[in-house]
């Protein structure tokens, strides 16, 4: 056990970290929090899609017991031992759970890894073209904003309180991405080896602003492909006051720490060529 987490594998043989796997292997990452209804819907989903990627199922300790559902997919016949399960003893927000992800991934030589809500507001169709953009970008943003405004079943309240959002991190940021909080995205492993990842310190929605600006930071290609949002399907939604007044204030950190997060990260692909 290491800063709360415990690796519970299902597939043994995936756990030993001393094997070299290739580097063109595609994982997923959904942090869970009480999705037992939905998780097996997702990984079915996923694991039917043309794009072959592994998923990793990160929960924190859900009262609901997502972490067994989680499991018993994992050790079923029909996930061909693509799917994994990290355990966390504690609940201690999205950031942390994808970190922890990014790290277990990155251990076992990935080449790629994209982040998906396991609500399946993230339709796994869009996987392929995640993955296929990707071989011309090293951050591949899946946005409910590059064609005008992609989103199903949300009120107009919260269509304009993500516009909103989104229009004030450009703003403060200067980000060149029209969905900067999208949740829907593909990271090289250069990318997560570059952003110095122990450093990040948002933890909730704002998790993926300050990732976005960190690759912008370091020079790293960024595109974005679109794709439909769809509101959540069962369970809760995890938004709370304290995530929103995280997101208001991590872009005037990120502006104010720019330079001294420049230092702490490697070169992309941009200030690698200039």
């Known amino acids: 056990m290491a800063n709360g987490i415990t690796n519970s594998m299902t597939n043994t043989a995936s756990?030993?970290?001393?094997?070299?796997?290739?580097?063109?292997r595609v994982i997923v990452v959904t942090p869970t929090y009480n999705e037992a209804d939905n998780l097996g819907r997702?990984?079915?989903?996923?694991?039917?899609?043309?794009?072959?990627?592994d998923l990793l199922v990160v929960d924190d300790d859900s009262p609901d017991g997502t972490g067994r559902v989680a499991d018993a997919l994992a050790a079923a016949p029909e996930?061909?031992?693509?799917?994994?399960?990290?355990?966390?003893t504690a609940k201690e927000g999205l950031?942390?759970?994808?970190?922890?992800?990014?790290?277990?991934?990155?251990?076992?030589?990935?080449?790629?890894?994209?982040?998906?809500?396991?609500?399946?507001?993230?339709?796994?169709?869009?996987?392929?073209?995640?993955?296929?953009a990707a071989g011309g970008a090293d951050?591949?943003?899946?946005?409910?904003?590059?064609?005008?405004?992609?989103?199903?079943n949300w009120p107009l309240r919260r269509i304009l309180l993500s516009w909103g959002a989104n229009w004030y991190v450009r703003t403060v940021t200067r980000l060149a991405v029209n969905d900067c909080t999208s949740g829907?995205?593909?990271?090289?492993?250069r990318v997560l080896e570059a952003v110095d990842l122990p450093s990040v310190r948002s933890n909730g929605y704002s998790f993926q602003v300050e990732m976005t600006f960190r690759a912008q930071l370091a020079g790293f290609?960024?595109?974005?492909?679109?794709?439909?949002?769809?509101?959540?399907?069962?369970?809760?939604?995890?938004?709370?006051?304290?995530?929103?007044?995280?997101?208001?204030?991590?872009p005037l950190r990120l502006r104010w720490r720019a330079r001294a997060m420049r230092r702490g990260m490697t070169a992309g692909v941009g200030q690698a060529r200039a």
Not at 79 to 88: A, C, K, N, P, T
Not at 97 to 123: K, N, Q, T
Not at 224 to 250: C, D, H, N, Y
Request: some cysteine; glycine content about 10%.
């Open 139 to 152: 951050v591949v943003i899946g946005s409910r904003y590059l064609n005008g405004i992609s989103v199903i």
């Open 42 to 53: 997702l990984v079915r989903e996923v694991l039917r899609q043309p794009a072959r990627v």
């Open 15 to 24: 756990s030993t970290v001393s094997i070299e796997y290739p580097e063109n």
């Open 79 to 88: 996930s061909q031992g693509r799917v994994h399960v990290l355990h966390r």
């Open 95 to 132: 950031g942390r759970a994808y970190l922890a992800g990014f790290g277990w991934a990155l251990e076992r030589g990935y080449g790629a890894v994209v982040e998906m809500d396991a609500d399946l507001s993230h339709d796994p169709l869009y996987l392929q073209g995640l993955v296929e």
């Open 221 to 250: 290609r960024i595109c974005e492909v679109p794709i439909i949002f769809t509101e959540r399907r069962a369970g809760q939604s995890k938004l709370s006051q304290g995530v929103v007044w995280e997101s208001l204030l991590m």
């Open 184 to 189: 829907y995205r593909l990271y090289s492993r």
